[in-house]
């Protein structure tokens, strides 16, 4: 389906039309419809095409707009059910992430490029950004970024725990300054890396 970008100037579509990640999904991350999700997307289609025939008004643009935000929207739909039937493969996936950055941490990687990145991680694993970012969405209810920045979080009290300090513990982990690992560990945790070591046996973990 094309249509010339004119047709959504002005209308709510145009603004966020861009939130539809999958339009920056690679090929090999397309949608697997079922059948009856292939029939209303056919059904649509021919909507379209039978409004196309009628005389043009001054209601056609948006009722043609409606039907192609309704479409996204079916899109938006099969695919969270794809998502969820392809749970087994996302689960391998999953792992794969965490190994990832198992990986990332133990061949020194983050002394030279800092902590890792959404962008990185679905490079390595073979996706685009946005397909990578809506799955670990769907999995975990978390964003990609955020579940990096938790692993590393995790990582920062396990390197205090075992009696590193703070400066230390963040030239290990890629830390330009040491304020930044603690301005990071407080906003994800509600406390600072010196208030985590006085309660490290009365509260293990946030």
Same mark, same amino acid.
């Given at each position: 389906?094309?249509?010339?970008?004119?047709?959504?100037?002005?209308?709510?579509?145009?603004?966020?039309?861009?939130?539809?990640?999958?339009? /920056?999904?690679?090929?090999?991350?397309?949608?697997?419809?079922?059948?009856?999700? !292939?029939?209303?997307?056919?059904?649509?289609?021919?909507?379209?095409?039978?409004?196309?025939?009628?005389?043009?008004?001054?209601?056609? /643009?948006?009722?043609?707009?409606?039907?192609?935000?309704?479409?996204?929207?079916?899109? #938006?739909?099969?695919?969270n059910r794809q998502?969820?039937?392809?749970?087994?493969?996302?689960?391998?996936m999953l792992m794969?992430?965490?190994?990832?950055?198992?990986?990332?941490?133990?061949?020194?990687?983050?002394?030279?490029?800092?902590?890792?990145?959404?962008?990185?991680?679905? /490079?390595?694993?073979?996706?685009?950004?946005?397909?990578?970012?809506?799955?670990?969405?769907?999995?975990?209810?978390?964003?990609?970024?955020?579940?990096?920045?938790?692993?590393l979080i995790q990582?920062?009290?396990?390197?205090?725990?075992?009696?590193?300090?703070?400066?230390?513990?963040?030239?290990?982990?890629?830390?330009?300054?040491? #304020? !930044?690992?603690?301005?990071?560990?407080?906003?994800?945790?509600?406390?600072?890396?010196?208030?985590?070591?006085?309660?490290?046996?009365?509260?293990?973990?946030?």
């Amino acid at each position: 389906m094309l249509f010339h970008p004119d047709l959504l100037q002005g209308t709510a579509l145009e603004k966020h039309i861009r939130e539809y990640s999958f339009f /920056d999904y690679r090929v090999n991350e397309a949608l697997h419809m079922t059948d009856e999700e !292939h029939d209303i997307l056919v059904s649509l289609m021919r909507q379209i095409k039978d409004e196309l025939q009628k005389k043009h008004d001054a209601l056609q /643009d948006a009722i043609l707009v409606g039907y192609i935000e309704l479409m996204l929207n079916f899109c #938006q739909r099969f695919y969270n059910r794809q998502f969820i039937t392809r749970k087994l493969v996302n689960s391998d996936m999953l792992m794969k992430f965490d190994q990832l950055l198992r990986d990332y941490y133990e061949e020194k990687i983050q002394l030279t490029s800092g902590m890792p990145t959404v962008q990185y991680c679905a /490079d390595k694993l073979c996706m685009s950004a946005n397909y990578f970012g809506d799955l670990i969405k769907k999995m975990t209810g978390d964003t990609a970024s955020n579940y990096i920045r938790q692993d590393l979080i995790q990582r920062v009290k396990n390197e205090l725990a075992s009696g590193a300090s703070i400066s230390q513990v963040a030239y290990e982990l890629g830390f330009e300054y040491p #304020q !930044h690992l603690s301005r990071m560990f407080k906003k994800f945790c509600g406390y600072t890396p010196t208030d985590y070591l006085r309660q490290i046996q009365k509260k293990p973990g946030c």
